[in-house]
């Protein structure tokens, strides 16, 4: 089973087939700091208060972690040393900023999801937009830098319909590789880390692991978790992948 965090309803029951698709290609391509998370949960986004724009334009008991560790409160996003790619929805309401969709989308027409704010983003020179009830969006494969707040982009954005990748398989998806976790201990644990962990864009239990994918970790965050609940039980993966 996978979760992704809730959506606020939308008022069209129409679907959108391209964010369907693309949501699936995100979970494949995960792997070992990927972009989505296989299996079974996943908490995407909370409520869009404002997915983003119309008109083109720019725009178990946790033992004490290490005070060099950062506790399950500090929810503030860990930067990227250098570029990285994203492979998501880009979606941009009314006047306000384009965000960066690295969880789930809400399949309605307009789609609905919220993220970052995508920097240095341009309607006019990217293909395959659409453009209904005042919402823009399309699917894109991203280079740019990540500074834990914003993605700024510094390539030029491909359609993920035009975008080849070879996928980087996470090693700890390997049945002759499972994690020490049973699956009602996971699901549990799951549902305690989406009620009190912010930054998680999408979770599943898999293979004896709790893979989680956030923005972007650098071994700071499995760390934690490794501390907190043991190894081999939580397998945090990245939606940012460095560009090598």
Known sequence: MTRHRALRPTSSATTTKLFAAAALAAVVLVGCGAV???????PGSTSPDSPVANSPGISPAPTSPSSAVPSAGDARAIPAPGEVLAQ???LQQGE??????????????????????LLGWDWLAVEQSETAAGVTWGTYAVQGTWDGAAFTRTGDPIPLSLYDTIADIDPRLDPANPGGGEEAELEQLQVELLEAEPLILTSSVVNGYLFVTVVYDDGTLQERYDVQYGRDLIAVQSALRPVS
Do not use: D, I, R, W
């Not at 965000?99 to 989308?105: E, F, I, N």
């Open 88 to 90: 998501g929805a880009v």
């Open 36 to 42: 989505g998370v296989p299996g079974s949960t996943s």
């Open 96 to 117: 306000a900023p384009p965000q960066l969709c690295l969880g789930g989308v809400a399949e309605s027409y307009p789609p609905q999801c919220s993220g970052p704010e």
